[in-house]
């Protein structure tokens, strides 16, 4: 069974940083990618960052240079990060880990509950 969990949301102002965790389990770690979506308030859930099973990692061109993406293996869970600095308003979303599994008994898409980040002055 996959199970997901993101955690470390927070308020920060302007130009601070954050970290985003997400215990990730039950997934085929070969043959899955583990990524970082947001959604802001009305608008459609957008992606930020993958890293895909050979470890190659993506960002969507608005968080460049500023959000950093990785991941380590602890006994059965893999946990999945997301380095977030010099914070803008516009980063003010709630982010959510995905888990997609590409050839696992499970394989599909898999979500986790969401973490709110906010940045304000």
């Known amino acids: 069974q996959v199970q997901v969990a993101d955690t470390g949301g927070g308020s920060v102002e302007p130009g601070g940083s954050l970290r985003l965790s997400c215990a990730a389990s039950?997934?085929?770690?070969?043959?899955?990618?583990l990524s970082w979506y947001r959604q802001a308030p009305g608008k459609e859930r957008e992606f930020v960052s993958r890293?895909?099973?050979?470890?190659?990692?993506?960002?969507a061109d608005s968080v460049k240079g500023r959000f950093t993406i990785s991941q380590e293996n602890a006994n059965a869970k893999n946990m999945l990060y997301l380095e977030m600095k010099s914070l803008k308003p516009e980063d003010t979303a709630m982010y959510y880990c995905?888990?997609?599994?590409?050839?696992?008994?499970?394989?599909?898409?898999?979500w986790g509950q969401g973490t709110l980040v906010s940045v304000s002055s």
């Open positions: 039950g997934f085929t770690k070969w043959c899955s990618d």
């Open positions: 995905r888990v997609d599994d590409y050839c696992g008994r499970d394989r599909g898409a898999y």
């Open positions: 890293i895909d099973s050979a470890d190659r990692k993506t960002y």
